[in-house]
């Protein structure tokens, strides 16, 4: 016998769950359950990456400067205020690791990502869910929660897994409302996606108590290299910093991200792609009587009558060959989360919820 047990709130943690990627019986799948981009990265990232396998006994250098001076030229940005981490999900943990522990609240909206939940509990906190209004983030009852202990608060801007997003002035006034011990994230794992959105860096830059957080892993194509990066006033940046471990990035993550950030040619293609076929994959489901909120983001939302025709419809997709998400855990049980794959995958859900629409099973 010992008395060995983990901190408090670790045995709370559900662990998380990936989009599945096999079906049994099934060969090449299409996998639509992990928002991923379906073209891939760019070819100067997959070149970068290939010329990074020269240099691997080499340690990457630890202020991961030139991804970092890529990331401040392109979206305009000062570089000093950005930290890279293995994922935006690292950045999450840094947030939750820094700011928050026993006896501290954090925020996060009723469909928020998995995320948010986890580090709290990995670091002792309390997660706090807020309803939203109508599968929307809904400031006024954000606010509404927010108590003396409330330390961090995210919101996901296109938010996961609903698609939907809030304007700037929702997220100024939830700024400027909020107590002054808490920290408002504007989690832009999507921000990408939506034309001519900075993902909150203009409200960073106005601000000493709001923190932006954004991923290689969606529209650039890299989710298996796991790379991340936040923006955050220079006080935020210097605490996170102080945690982050010296190695975090490897060399060829670094270079490659470098690499794909500054191929803004590549990245304006897949967005376009991905807002032409999310408005075709979105018009045709309600075609076959499955509504969507407008999505901003590389996904649907699909809402079924209820969690029986969501479940049957998931295994007559799978059937097909067609894995999608269902996000029950989400607390969306009727819904299934379809990711916008190129236009043969798209053209092939269509065709199966309609199949499934008009009797298939
Ligand atoms: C809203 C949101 N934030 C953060 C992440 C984490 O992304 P990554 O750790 O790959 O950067 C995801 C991934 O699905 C997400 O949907």
Known sequence: ?????????????????????????????????????PFGPSEAARTAFRKAAFDLHRYPPTDHGALRAAIAEVHGLEAENIVCGVGSDEIIAFLCQCYAGPGSEIIHTEHGFAMYRISALA?????????????????????????????????????????TMVGEAELARLADGLPPQALLVIDGAYAEYVEGYDGGAGLVA??????????????????GLRVGWGYGPGHVIDVLGRVRGPFNLSSAALATAEAAVRDTAWA???????????????????????????????????????????????????????????????????????????????????????????GAR
């Not at 990936?18 to 090449?28: L, T």
């Not at 290689?216 to 194509?221: A, P, R, T, W």
């Open 1 to 37: 016998m010992n008395s060995i047990t983990p901190q408090p709130g670790i045995l709370d943690i559900a662990p998380y769950q990936g989009g599945a990627s096999h079906v049994a019986g099934i060969e090449n799948a299409v996998k639509l359950s992990s928002n991923e981009n």
């Open 268 to 358: 304006e293609r897949c967005r376009a792609e991905n807002t032409r076929l999310r408005g075709w994959l979105a018009e045709a489901l309600a075609g076959h009587g499955v509504p969507s909120d407008t999505s901003l983001a590389n996904f649907i939302l699909a809402r079924f009558a209820d969690a029986d025709e969501a479940a049957a419809c998931d295994a007559w997709l799978q059937s097909q060959g067609l894995i999608v998400r269902r996000v029950a855990g989400y607390g969306l049980p009727a819904c299934l989360r379809i990711s916008i794959g190129d236009e043969p995958s798209c053209r092939r859900v269509a065709h199966a919820v309609g199949q499934f629409k008009a």
């Open 123 to 163: 670091n002792g906190a309390t997660p706090v869910e807020v309803p939203e209004r109508e599968r929307v983030t809904d400031v006024d009852a954000i606010l509404a929660a927010c108590t003396e202990a409330t330390r961090l608060v995210f919101v996901a801007n296109p938010n996961n897994p609903t698609g």
């Open 206 to 223: 106005a601000r000493d108590n709001v923190v932006m957080t954004r991923t290689f892993s969606k529209l650039y194509g890299l989710g």
